[in-house]
T-cell receptor
Framework: GNSVTQMEGPVTLSEEAFLTINCTYT??????LFWYVQYPGEGLQLLLK?????DKGSNKGFEATYRKETTSFHLEKGSVQVSDSAVYFC???????????FGTGTQLKVEL | NAGVTQTPKFQVLKTGQSMTLQCAQD?????MYWYRQDPGMGLRLIYY???????DKGEVPNGYNVSRLNKREFSLRLESAAPSQTSVYFC??????????FGSGTRLTVV
């Protein structure tokens, strides 16, 4: 069935390190792809999205490119900060659909 | 601008008790959703309501019922709580073509 698979955490990095969190999807058709972030004790917030192949979503220094040839939507940031510590969820939605399907989440810890 | 408001924030139930989780949004969104979040499993969709007057099952509907009371409110009911329903529950809403807005969650423990 349709799904997203993301790398398991926790991922622990030093401040200013480069971040990659892998996400791959299995879907028929042309899904929209998302990254959500959950800070401790809070609900999920949309971080960025891409709705078609080769689109790049970006926000707060984070980027992800919708790559149809590798069915991937990896999240990257060039220099992480302690304040980026959170759980990151990859998600997809069928084009025109109503339901958002989430990956299992990847916890990121950034240390000084 | 309150966004999506969930009540209560925390609840402890005994096995077999019933309760209703409340969710309200003030953004005039069409669609509303209930998810549960469990360690290592991400968020799973319980039920959703694409518009006022309609509800549909998600991935894990067993043991739950929902009511879309009006456009603003979408409640989730546990008729007979079980320990397996211990989880964090999130409500979300969306305007067609736009992104999802999530509430801050209800942490439910069933003992």
């Amino acid at each position: 069935g349709n799904s997203v698979t993301q790398m398991e955490g926790p991922v622990t990095l030093s401040e200013e390190a480069f971040l990659t969190i892998n996400c791959t999807y299995t879907a028929t058709g042309y899904p929209s792809l998302f990254w959500y972030v959950q800070y401790p004790g809070e609900g999920l917030q949309l971080l960025l999205k891409a709705t078609k192949a080769d689109d790049k979503g970006s926000n707060k220094g984070f980027e992800a490119t919708y790559r149809k040839e590798t069915t991937s939507f990896h999240l990257e940031k060039g220099s992480v900060q302690v304040s980026d510590s959170a759980v990151y969820f990859c998600a997809w939605k069928e084009g025109g659909g109503n339901k958002l399907t989430f990956g299992t989440g990847t916890q990121l810890k950034v240390e000084l | 601008n309150a966004g999506v408001t969930q009540t209560p924030k925390f609840q402890v139930l005994k096995t077999g008790q019933s309760m209703t989780l409340q969710c309200a949004q003030d953004m005039n969104h069409n669609s509303m959703y209930w998810y549960r979040q469990d360690p290592g499993m991400g968020l799973r969709l319980i039920y959703y309501s694409a518009s006022e007057g309609t509800t549909d099952k998600g991935e894990v509907p067993n043991g739950y019922n929902v009511s879309r009371l009006n456009k603003r409110e979408f409640s989730l009911r546990l008729e007979s709580a079980a320990p397996s329903q211990t989880s964090v529950y999130f409500c979300a809403s969306r305007l067609t073509g736009q992104g999802y807005t999530f509430g801050s969650g209800t942490r439910l423990t069933v003992v």
